[in-house]
């Protein structure tokens, strides 16, 4: 059958798209592999910097602590408390960057194996009350870190430090 799906609508002389399949356990537990290896790369080349700029730091920290805090909603921990913007050094950054690697191979081997589908219920940051399938919450973690590393190899570069690649391909070509 020709046809591309738009809304009602279908375009003539184009394939139908197959609808998309949905993220297995699997494919969750290689986007966090690649989470922790694009946190580490960077890490590495903060460390190595003689000063990385302060804004790269402060980004870095929040990207972590954002992690910790899904982390906390989905396990309802204290985790869910943080102070997302709080003032960490990069010792303090590596710390809790191996933690959280740590914490989501437990959530990925112990929670998600048994239902993605799961709804989990929190509380935002203004309040509200929301209820979202994990693995849609596991989808925002990764990109929301994807996001905040982008920032950061901006501002390594205006300081004049390189910054690693981080993309998802140069994951994979290293897999």
């Known amino acids: 059958m020709l046809g591309l799906h738009t809304g009602d609508r279908t375009a003539p002389d184009r394939p139908v ?3 998309p399949q949905p993220r297995t356990t699997a494919d969750f537990d290689r986007l966090f592999r690649y989470t922790r290896w694009a946190n580490d790369r960077l ?5 190595v910097a003689n000063a990385p700029p ?9 990207l972590l602590r954002a992690q910790d805090m899904w982390y ?16 960490e050094d990069l010792a303090a ?4 960057a191996e933690a959280s690697a740590q914490r989501w191979k437990t959530v990925l081997d112990e929670r998600a194996a048994n239902d993605l589908d799961q709804p989990i219920a929190y509380t935002n940051s203004k309040g509200t009350r929301f209820e979202t399938p994990l ?19 901006l501002v390594l570069r205006e300081a004049g430090i390189a910054p690693p690649a981080t993309d998802y391909i140069f994951f994979v070509r290293e897999e």
């Open 93 to 96: 950054c590596a710390e809790r």
């Open 54 to 62: 302060d804004r790269a730091v402060e980004l870095f920290s929040h």
């Open 135 to 153: 693995r849609d919450l596991l989808s925002h973690i990764v990109n929301h870190g994807t996001h905040h590393r982008a920032q950061i190899a």
């Open 17 to 19: 798209m197959p609808a």
């Open 43 to 47: 890490l590495d080349t903060m460390q």
């Open 72 to 87: 906390g909603r989905i396990e309802k921990t204290d985790h869910a408390a943080l102070d997302l913007w709080a003032d």
